[in-house]
Protein backbone atom coordinates (compact mmCIF):
# COMPACT_ATOMS: atom_id res chain seq x y z
CA UNK A 1 0.00 0.00 0.00
CA UNK A 2 2.63 2.58 0.98
CA UNK A 3 4.24 1.81 -2.64
CA UNK A 4 0.88 2.82 -4.09
CA UNK A 5 0.75 5.75 -2.01
CA UNK A 6 3.84 6.71 -3.04
CA UNK A 7 3.57 6.31 -7.18
CA UNK A 8 0.39 8.71 -6.28
CA UNK A 9 3.01 11.04 -5.03
CA UNK A 10 5.05 10.87 -7.83
CA UNK A 11 2.26 11.08 -10.21
CA UNK A 12 0.39 13.81 -9.02
CA UNK A 13 4.01 15.78 -8.92
CA UNK A 14 4.30 14.27 -12.84
CA UNK A 15 0.82 14.91 -14.41
CA UNK A 16 0.26 18.37 -15.63
CA UNK A 17 -2.65 19.71 -13.64
CA UNK A 18 -5.22 21.04 -15.37
CA UNK A 19 -8.57 22.65 -13.46
CA UNK A 20 -8.40 25.80 -11.69
CA UNK A 21 -8.66 24.91 -8.70
CA UNK A 22 -5.40 22.92 -8.50
CA UNK A 23 -6.71 19.69 -7.66
CA UNK A 24 -5.87 16.05 -9.59
CA UNK A 25 -8.76 14.60 -11.44
CA UNK A 26 -8.84 10.90 -10.85
CA UNK A 27 -11.24 9.03 -13.03
CA UNK A 28 -12.62 5.66 -12.10
CA UNK A 29 -15.67 3.51 -11.98
CA UNK A 30 -17.66 4.75 -8.97
CA UNK A 31 -19.21 3.38 -6.52
CA UNK A 32 -18.05 1.32 -3.87
CA UNK A 33 -14.70 0.53 -6.19
CA UNK A 34 -14.02 4.31 -5.78
CA UNK A 35 -14.39 5.18 -2.23
CA UNK A 36 -12.53 2.25 -1.54
CA UNK A 37 -9.10 3.99 -3.83
CA UNK A 38 -10.33 7.10 -2.16
CA UNK A 39 -10.12 6.08 1.33
CA UNK A 40 -7.25 3.82 0.55
CA UNK A 41 -4.67 5.97 -0.91
CA UNK A 42 -6.08 9.27 -2.56
CA UNK A 43 -7.52 10.81 1.04
CA UNK A 44 -4.00 9.91 2.22
CA UNK A 45 -1.99 10.76 -0.65
CA UNK A 46 -4.09 14.42 -0.83
CA UNK A 47 -3.56 15.02 2.82
CA UNK A 48 0.30 14.67 2.55
CA UNK A 49 0.36 16.72 -1.21
CA UNK A 50 -1.57 19.27 0.00
CA UNK A 51 -3.18 18.96 -3.35
CA UNK A 52 -7.09 17.90 -3.29
CA UNK A 53 -8.33 15.04 -5.53
CA UNK A 54 -11.57 15.47 -8.01
CA UNK A 55 -13.08 12.19 -8.16
CA UNK A 56 -14.99 11.66 -11.63
CA UNK A 57 -16.77 8.39 -12.21
CA UNK A 58 -17.10 6.96 -15.94
CA UNK A 59 -17.96 3.53 -17.51
CA UNK A 60 -14.75 2.51 -19.30
CA UNK A 61 -13.76 2.84 -23.02
CA UNK A 62 -11.25 5.25 -24.23
CA UNK A 63 -13.98 7.31 -26.42
CA UNK A 64 -13.67 10.38 -23.67
CA UNK A 65 -9.93 10.23 -23.42
CA UNK A 66 -9.53 10.40 -27.85
CA UNK A 67 -12.36 13.22 -27.50
CA UNK A 68 -10.17 15.34 -24.35
CA UNK A 69 -7.27 14.53 -26.45
CA UNK A 70 -8.65 15.68 -29.75
CA UNK A 71 -10.20 18.64 -28.80
CA UNK A 72 -6.66 19.49 -26.51
CA UNK A 73 -8.85 19.79 -23.73
CA UNK A 74 -7.62 17.39 -21.71
CA UNK A 75 -8.97 17.53 -17.73
CA UNK A 76 -8.22 13.99 -16.88
CA UNK A 77 -4.83 13.16 -14.91
CA UNK A 78 -5.00 9.95 -13.65
CA UNK A 79 -7.62 6.88 -14.95
CA UNK A 80 -8.27 3.45 -13.89
CA UNK A 81 -8.49 1.50 -17.18
CA UNK A 82 -8.93 -2.30 -18.01
CA UNK A 83 -5.79 -3.78 -19.39
CA UNK A 84 -6.98 -3.80 -22.88
CA UNK A 85 -7.52 -0.15 -22.75
CA UNK A 86 -3.82 0.37 -21.43
CA UNK A 87 -2.48 -1.14 -24.29
CA UNK A 88 -4.39 0.35 -27.13
CA UNK A 89 -4.09 3.89 -25.37
CA UNK A 90 -0.81 3.58 -24.70
CA UNK A 91 -0.56 2.48 -28.57
CA UNK A 92 -2.55 5.46 -29.88
CA UNK A 93 -0.34 8.06 -27.43
CA UNK A 94 -3.32 8.75 -25.07
CA UNK A 95 -1.29 7.89 -22.30
CA UNK A 96 2.57 8.96 -21.27
CA UNK A 97 5.13 6.29 -21.06
CA UNK A 98 7.12 5.55 -17.86
CA UNK A 99 10.13 3.56 -16.75
CA UNK A 100 9.85 2.41 -13.01
CA UNK A 101 13.03 3.38 -11.69
CA UNK A 102 13.61 6.71 -13.59
CA UNK A 103 10.39 7.99 -12.79
CA UNK A 104 9.96 6.21 -9.04
CA UNK A 105 11.48 6.82 -5.98
CA UNK A 106 13.37 3.64 -4.71
CA UNK A 107 11.65 1.89 -1.91
CA UNK A 108 12.69 3.05 1.85
CA UNK A 109 15.11 -0.40 2.11
CA UNK A 110 16.35 0.86 -1.20
CA UNK A 111 14.72 -1.86 -3.61
CA UNK A 112 14.12 -0.11 -6.94
CA UNK A 113 10.55 0.42 -7.93
CA UNK A 114 11.00 -1.98 -10.71
CA UNK A 115 11.34 -4.97 -8.22
CA UNK A 116 8.90 -3.39 -5.46
CA UNK A 117 5.88 -2.44 -7.09
CA UNK A 118 4.08 -4.70 -9.41
CA UNK A 119 5.25 -3.78 -13.03
CA UNK A 120 4.23 -6.73 -15.01
CA UNK A 121 1.76 -4.47 -17.12
CA UNK A 122 0.81 -5.09 -20.40
CA UNK A 123 2.34 -1.35 -21.45
CA UNK A 124 4.66 1.20 -20.06
CA UNK A 125 2.05 3.50 -19.23
CA UNK A 126 0.18 1.65 -16.45
CA UNK A 127 1.29 1.33 -12.74
CA UNK A 128 -0.45 -2.14 -11.78
CA UNK A 129 -2.57 -0.73 -8.29
CA UNK A 130 -5.88 -3.63 -8.23
CA UNK A 131 -5.59 -6.95 -8.68
CA UNK A 132 -9.00 -9.09 -8.86
CA UNK A 133 -10.33 -12.43 -9.46
CA UNK A 134 -13.44 -14.19 -9.93
CA UNK A 135 -15.00 -16.91 -7.69
CA UNK A 136 -17.61 -19.16 -7.68
CA UNK A 137 -19.54 -20.43 -4.57
CA UNK A 138 -22.23 -22.64 -4.06
CA UNK A 139 -24.48 -23.90 -1.27
CA UNK A 140 -23.37 -27.32 -0.64
CA UNK A 141 -26.71 -28.59 0.99
CA UNK A 142 -28.97 -26.73 -2.16
CA UNK A 143 -26.98 -27.94 -5.16
CA UNK A 144 -27.95 -31.40 -4.84
CA UNK A 145 -25.36 -33.65 -6.48
CA UNK A 146 -24.35 -31.78 -9.50
CA UNK A 147 -21.34 -30.19 -7.75
CA UNK A 148 -19.04 -28.46 -9.86
CA UNK A 149 -15.81 -30.01 -10.14
Not at 85 to 100: A, M, N, R
Not at 112 to 117: N, R
Not at 124 to 140: E, Q
Request: glycine letters at 8%; proline letters at 5%; a negative charge.
Amino acid sequence: MKNIIKALLLLFFAVSVTTSSWAVVVVSWGGAYTESQKLGYGDPAAKKLGIPIDWVDYSGGLSEVKAQKAAGAITWDIIDVYAMDTIIGCDEGLFVEFDFDKDFPPAPDGTPASQDMFTTMPSKCAVGNILYSWTYAYHDEKIGSKKPK
